[in-house]
């Protein structure tokens, strides 16, 4: 079950304005991502639950950050249908990521007050999600579309919140680029949790680097 609100997580996506996004089979490695995410002053993580089994190494994660990281919001990403929306829900998911528009996951996570951010590609896919609920529509691919996608959105609906995700670095030209465009947040994988500090398990260097994407967020929103 959540242990926050969906308005609890669309506010804590709008403060902090970044959520880092991550995968990896091994339970205790990516206990120490997520502590490292989190020291590094993140309050979101999107599971992106793209292996097999994912789901036991998710159970594991939500129980740590509970027990451990008091204030993180579990969530989990690449989810394509209900019954697998369903079953994270149960393990403890405060919100929900999907790559594609699919009305049997807004009802599922709609009956449990849970947020869920659908992938949307055209003005129309954004505004149903709206009508279905949705409080932050997810871009993606990002970098397909780019800030200049978001500012055309913006236009006619002011009131539409967005997240890229693909196509977002920590670098202060991209993040300015997105926030500059009306962005509410930046969903960022592989540019922010990197192979390299993976096969290093370099968690202090990951620590920083969460920091330092924070602090530029923050610097380009001002």
């Given at each position: 079950m959540a242990q926050f609100s969906r308005l609890e997580v669309a506010q804590a996506m709008k403060d902090t304005g970044m959520i880092p996004l991550f995968f990896h089979n091994?339970?205790?490695?990516?206990?120490?991502?997520l502590k490292a995410c989190y020291d590094g002053g993140a309050r979101l993580m999107e599971f992106t639950a793209r292996g097999d089994f994912a789901h036991e190494v998710f159970g594991e994660l939500t129980k740590y950050a509970i027990a451990e990281l008091p204030g993180?919001?579990?969530?989990?990403g690449s989810v394509t249908d209900a019954g697998q929306a369903s079953l994270y829900m149960a393990l403890g998911a405060n919100f929900i990521v999907t790559p594609v528009l699919r009305e049997d996951i807004a009802i599922a996570c709609n009956r449990r007050k849970v947020l869920w951010s659908p992938g949307c590609g055209t003005l129309t896919e954004i505004t149903?999600?709206?009508?279905?609920?949705?409080?932050i529509v997810k871009l993606f691919p990002g970098d397909i579309y780019g800030p200049q996608f978001?500012?055309?959105i913006k236009g006619p609906q002011q009131w539409t919140s967005i997240m890229p995700t693909g196509g977002v670095s920590p670098t202060e030209e991209n993040l300015k680029g997105w926030f500059d465009a009306g962005v509410t947040c930046v969903g960022m994988g592989s540019k922010l949790i990197s192979k390299d500090i993976i096969a290093n398990q370099d968690y202090a260097k990951l620590e920083q680097d969460v920091k330092a994407a924070l602090a530029i967020v923050e610097k380009v929103r001002k």
């Open positions: 091994d339970i205790e490695l990516s206990k120490k991502v993180m919001i579990m969530g989990v149903r999600a709206e009508e279905l609920g949705c409080e978001v500012k055309g």
